[in-house]
């Protein structure tokens, strides 16, 4: 009497779906990758000018408005007049750009805002932003 073999289970892992997921992957990567800098169209080099003055020194201010009423500037609590004060530069701070950030609870009154804008505008800075979330 023959009997016949019991077919045996084939443990190998079938790789063809890996390989199908690995290139989903890398198709979805190359996609969503951006290759060319598309902001330069032309290299430009500029000319040099004597008539421009060059930024050499940057100054920026950070004031940050609590709903208390405080006033830090960079990280120093101070009052509206101190602010004033601090901002108000001397003669040689005219060759020295300068810029503020103002990050203001969304609590604290429009006016008192608009305040500080108002001596920041009066401290000869020009660039005045406000920090949004």
Request: include cysteine; proline fraction near 3%.
């Amino acid at each position: 009497m023959r009997f016949r073999k019991e077919d045996s289970e084939d443990f190998r892992f079938d790789l063809t779906p890996m390989a199908d997921i690995v290139f989903l992957l890398l198709i979805f990567f190359m996609v969503c990758t951006a290759f060319v800098d598309f902001t330069r169209r032309v290299d430009i080099e500029l000319p040099e000018s004597k008539a421009s003055t060059p930024i050499e020194k940057i100054r920026n201010y950070i004031i940050e408005m609590g709903i208390d009423k405080k006033i830090y500037l960079n990280g120093e609590g101070l009052t509206i007049e101190g602010l004033e004060e601090r901002l108000k530069g001397s003669k040689e701070d005219v060759q020295i750009h300068k810029s503020a950030i103002i990050k203001a609870d969304r609590r604290l009154p429009y006016g008192d805002v608009i305040k500080v804008m108002g001596i920041v505008k009066g401290a000869n800075i020009e660039d005045i932003s406000v920090a949004v979330k």
